[in-house]
C-alpha cells in the first residue's frame, strides 16, 4: 500500500534561519506530490505541486522542493524562515485508486518558529 | 481562481440532530468533490468521493448513513452529518477538482467546524 512518511512531527526552529521538512512517500509508479500548509482553523493552501518536468519546485512564499526519485523523496526547504510560517505543513500524494485520483496525506509536521 | 467555499465556517448543534455542510466551487466546475475528516492535531481523513449526479463511495469505516453526501450539481456538494453525537465533533474540510486542475490536483474550502453537545 502507498504512503506518505513525515518523519518529524514538530520541528522548532529560530527565526531567520533555514529550514527543512522531510516527506517520503512509497511508490512503483508516477505520482504526483503537493506540499500544503494549514494556519490554525483553517483550510489548506497549495504551497506547491510536482507533477512532472524540473525536480526543484519553487512555491509561494519562498519555499521550494525537490522531487528526488531514487530516495523517493519531496522535502520541502525555506532558507530563511519568519514567524508567520509557524502553522502545520503536510505532505500529499495524489495517486490513481479504481480510477479516481485520490490524496494519501503524510501525518504532518508542525513548524514553530522562535524569535 | 479555483476557489472552493464551505457555510457554515462553525457549528454548534444538540445531540441527536442533523447538520447539513455544504461545499461550493465558486469559479470552476466540480466533476468530483471530496470530503475529509480531521481530529485535533492529525492529520485529514478521506470519508468519501463524489462524482455529480452518482452516489458518493465511502472510505472503509465511514458510515454512509451517518454521512450522507448529495453532489447534485458542478458546484455544490453537501455533507449532512445525521442523528450527531459529540464524537462527531470534528473540522469537516471538502475538496474538489475539476476544471483547470486536471484529474491530479485537488483544491480545499476553508474547513467548517462541528460542536455537537
Known amino acids: 500500500a502507498q504512503s506518505v512518511t513525515q518523519l518529524d512531527s514538530q520541528v522548532p526552529v529560530f527565526e531567520e534561519a533555514p529550514v527543512e521538512l522531510r516527506c517520503n512517500y512509497s511508490?512503483?509508479?508516477?505520482?504526483?506530490l503537493f506540499w500544503y500548509v494549514q494556519y490554525p482553523n483553517q483550510g489548506l493552501q497549495l504551497l506547491l505541486k510536482?507533477?512532472?518536468?524540473?525536480?526543484l519546485v519553487k512555491g509561494i512564499n519562498g519555499f521550494e522542493a525537490e522531487f528526488n526519485k531514487s530516495q523517493t523523496s519531496f522535502h520541502l526547504r525555506k532558507p530563511s524562515v519568519h514567524i508567520s510560517d509557524t502553522a502545520e505543513y503536510f505532505c500529499a500524494v495524489s495517486r490513481s485508486t479504481s480510477g479516481t485520483y485520490k490524496y494519501i496525506f503524510g501525518t504532518g509536521t508542525r513548524l514553530k518558529v522562535l524569535a | 481562481g479555483a476557489v472552493v467555499s464551505q457555510h457554515p465556517s462553525w457549528v454548534i448543534c444538540k445531540s441527536g440532530t442533523s447538520v447539513k455542510i455544504e461545499c461550493r466551487s465558486l469559479d470552476f466546475q466540480a466533476t468530483t468533490m471530496f470530503w475529509y475528516r480531521q481530529f485535533p492535531k492529525q492529520s485529514l481523513m478521506l470519508m468519501a468521493t463524489s462524482n455529480e449526479g452518482s452516489k458518493a463511495t465511502y472510505e472503509q469505516g465511514v458510515e454512509k448513513d451517518k454521512f450522507l453526501i448529495n453532489h447534485a450539481s458542478l458546484t455544490l456538494s453537501t455533507l449532512t452529518v445525521t442523528s450527531a453525537h459529540p464524537e462527531d465533533s470534528s473540522f469537516y474540510i471538502c475538496?474538489?477538482?475539476?476544471?483547470?486542475?486536471?484529474?491530479?490536483?485537488?483544491?480545499f474550502g476553508p474547513g467548517t467546524r462541528l460542536t455537537v453537545t
Open positions: 511508490s512503483s509508479v508516477s505520482v504526483y
Open positions: 475538496s474538489a477538482r475539476g476544471g483547470l486542475a486536471g484529474s491530479y490536483e485537488q483544491y
Open positions: 510536482y507533477l512532472s518536468g524540473s525536480t
